[in-house]
């Protein structure tokens, strides 16, 4: 009985350093901007750079009136990015890796106001017909939207299923695509599929943060922003939704594979708890 107590105890622990240790995935990780790693800004500054902490150096950047805002402490102890729904946005240089095959998104997120559409990150030449593919949320159909549009090889609007965010909350949302299908997903939650084998443009425009074209500002905070240019395994996507979320204490889904140490702990509990059932019979 002293032994099973032991090793109980010991597969908690493992599992609790497996689940603490369990950071964002960085293979095909293309951009990383997290407000936490902002330094040298205090509360109500504006932001004029956003380091990006991948290994690329792909620095989101804006100036004058369209800076957005650095709040500090506003989620879970941890400072935001604050777009103001009128003309704030950040912007990172044009780049080939944004004409994606397949991707994985991962965006900390608030929308303070859903009254009016809102352009969360995109890839956009203008208005009309040029080459484009913007993320947003539709808030006349009150879902997650992907839009493409590829002159000469047609235009396409997905969207995830209903859902209508609370615009005092923050969430995890996420957009992956395989092959042809999207998967829209919020908090860890299926958000809906859909499905398209149009190619996605090579623009040549910046990648814009918080807005596209038009009005479609982000009015709401941005904590931190996740872009890799594959579509993330399982195992893979729940180990960076985890760690979001338990970075920020959001209600995610998402649930980190346990390592190698844990597995063999549990076997090891098992062959126990057996051999005790054994001399018991």
């Known amino acids: 009985m002293k032994q099973f107590a032991i090793v109980f105890v010991a597969v908690m622990l493992l599992w609790a350093c497996a689940r603490a240790s369990a950071g964002l995935v960085t293979d095909n990780l293309q951009l990383w901007l997290k407000a936490d790693a902002i330094t040298g800004l205090n509360n109500n500054d504006p932001v004029s750079t956003w380091d990006d902490s991948s290994i690329n150096n792909r620095d989101a950047t804006q100036s004058g009136a369209a800076r957005p805002t650095y709040i500090t402490g506003a989620l879970n102890g941890k400072p935001v990015v604050r777009f103001d729904g009128s003309v704030d946005y950040m912007a990172v240089a044009d780049n080939d890796v944004w004409a994606f095959s397949d991707f994985n998104m991962f965006l900390v997120v608030k929308m303070a106001s859903i009254s009016v559409g809102r352009d969360l990150i995109a890839q956009d030449e203008g208005s009309g017909s040029t080459r484009k593919w913007i993320w ?67 623009a040549a425009a910046l990648l814009t943060i918080g807005w596209a074209e038009g009005s479609s500002f982000l009015q709401g905070d941005i904590a931190e922003l996740a872009i890799y240019n594959a579509a993330l395994n399982a195992a893979d996507r729940n180990q960076t939704g985890w760690y979001l979320g338990d970075k920020y204490g959001l209600p995610v889904t998402y649930i980190p594979e346990p390592s190698t140490a844990v597995l063999l702990a549990l076997g090891a509990l098992a062959l126990l708890r057996r051999r005790r059932d054994s001399g018991n019979a």
């Open 136 to 202: 947003g949320y539709n808030t006349s159909v009150k879902k997650q939207n992907w839009h493409i549009n590829n002159p000469g090889s047609g235009s396409v609007s997905l969207n995830g299923t209903s859902w209508t965010p609370n615009t005092s909350l923050y969430y995890v949302i996420e957009l992956r695509k395989s092959g042809s299908n999207y998967y829209f997903y919020q908090n860890g939650n299926d958000n809906g599929t859909a499905n398209s084998s149009l190619a996605i443009p090579n």
